[in-house]
């Protein structure tokens, strides 16, 4: 037992959550209810961590220990212990004493999804339509038999039950709402497989309204796809162009999610939610024209008055707007590898400079990333000026920069990893940004695919 049962003096109302994390990377753990901080712990001497709750609102939680984090599910009278090693966090994690049957069991869920991910993806997504159903519906009672099992041998409560059910029918309904365009996409077809009346059956159950499911993974992650899905079947039937051909003007469709979501959601933190994920794919991934951005931002307002992100939202549309061509690059210090703060528009001041970018976090990343800057060098008139994003060991990032040949002088690293990647929007770390005398000539840029070099 990581704490002895007399240490503790449970009372009737409390709930105690407590842990040992072996190979820590912070001195503290943080638990959530949403995005809000219930309360945070210090590890003691022993790595150690405990919290004890009065009258909790039972539920979902997070728990984070920077940078990783996984959720609990609690209840009044809970005893819930959890041990885990940072090396293999949510591998590693395990829960022992009152509550252990539903959080093993969301665990158990969690770590299984990877692997059928790629089962599903290689041999369900190129069967036909009633085929796929009939072989999600078998796994969907396979994991419903388990989930009677544990029921029976240790039963939950309803609301622990509920979360459960959830998360096992909502994640293969993720798996149909994307059948359409992954059968597309394995069969290299033209058209949309023709669906049965029945495929979308479920969609007549959703629930659109239960806050305590908004922060359960394959329940929103499931929202996310449906809208998706939604606003393509929509504008593919009422808002055809030319004859009859889709709409694919990128401003058009999330204009459209944006007014599903407003016109079907009805919990106001899952709606907050949506909107924002439209929101941050659409500025950060669609890369489209500044009078476009302000379209969509425009009405993002109009539908979201009071949005719990509208702040982030407006700092990304701002950001943005200055990462526009002709602008000069943020005047941004980042460190070289003798120990000067440099920024960088003395970095790319009379020069045409490629900023690429890479984290000593992911090795495979980085040596892809190499392989390709080495490449593009030999035949550009661009310098490629490598910016490691993490706030690394001097000793580990110069070690990468000598085993990998790497010009030391055409290498630096982050200072203040938040200032950095909210100002150039570092997403997805295969972005670079490409400048002529410091002067952004495409800040949305991939060192894969551009051919501006």
């Not at 220990?65 to 609690?74: F, G, K, R, S």
């Not at 709402?177 to 023709?194: A, I, L, Q, S, V």
């Not at 933190?269 to 969509?296: G, S």
């Amino acid at each position: 037992m990581l704490f002895s049962c007399s240490s503790v003096e449970k009372k009737e109302n409390s709930t105690f959550f407590a842990g040992e994390i072996v190979n820590p990377t912070s001195n503290y753990v943080v638990l959530y209810k949403g995005e809000v901080v219930i309360d945070s712990a210090k590890l003691d001497d022993k790595n150690r961590f405990s919290f004890t709750l009065e009258n909790v609102l039972e539920g979902l939680y997070n728990f984070k220990h920077a940078p990783e984090y996984q959720y609990v599910h609690l209840e009044k009278g809970d005893s819930l212990m959890a041990r885990l090693n940072t090396v293999a966090f949510d591998e590693s994690l395990v829960f022992s004493g009152k509550g252990e049957a539903i959080n093993n069991f969301l665990l158990e869920l969690f770590l299984a999804k990877e692997e059928e991910e790629k089962k599903i993806s290689k041999e369900l997504y190129n069967l036909k339509p009633k085929d796929f159903s009939t072989q999600i519906n078998t796994l969907i009672n396979e994991k419903m038999e388990v989930l009677e099992a544990i029921n029976l041998e240790s039963p939950l409560s309803n609301a622990a039950y509920e979360i459960a059910e959830t998360s096992i029918k909502y994640s293969y309904y993720n798996y149909k709402e994307k059948y359409p365009f992954k059968y597309k996409k394995h069969t290299k077809g033209n058209k949309f497989k023709e669906l049965p009346n029945d495929f979308y059956s479920y969609r007549r159950n959703l629930n659109f309204n239960n806050n305590k499911l908004n922060y359960l993974r394959p329940y929103y992650d499931f929202m996310k796809s449906h809208f998706g899905n939604l606003s393509y079947a929509t504008c593919s039937h009422q808002c055809a162009v030319k004859n009859g051909v889709v709409v694919k003007n990128h401003l058009h469709f999330n204009k459209h999610t944006l007014k599903l979501i407003d016109s079907i959601v009805v919990e106001k933190e899952l709606k907050d939610n949506l909107y924002r994920n439209v929101a941050i794919n659409y500025l950060l991934k669609v890369n489209d024209t500044k009078e476009n951005n302000e379209i969509f931002i425009k009405r993002f307002h109009e539908l979201s008055k009071s949005n719990r992100h509208i702040e982030e939202i407006d700092n990304l549309y701002a950001s943005i707007k200055k990462l526009q061509p002709k602008n000069k690059i943020p005047d941004i210090n980042v460190v070289s590898t003798t120990g000067d703060n440099v920024s960088l528009q003395n970095i790319s001041k009379d020069k045409k400079v490629v900023f690429y970018f890479w984290s000593d976090k992911n090795k495979r990343h980085y040596n892809n990333i190499f392989k390709q800057v080495s490449k593009l060098s030999e035949k550009s008139e661009y310098s490629f000026v490598g910016i490691n994003v993490n706030a690394v060991n001097d000793s580990i990032w110069k070690k990468i920069i000598k085993t990998n040949e790497l010009d030391s002088l055409k290498q630096y690293r982050s200072n203040n990893f938040e200032t950095l990647t909210k100002s150039l929007l570092i997403y997805p770390l295969n972005k670079c940004i490409i400048t002529d005398n410091a002067e952004i000539v495409n800040a949305f840029s991939d060192i894969y695919k551009t051919k501006s070099f």
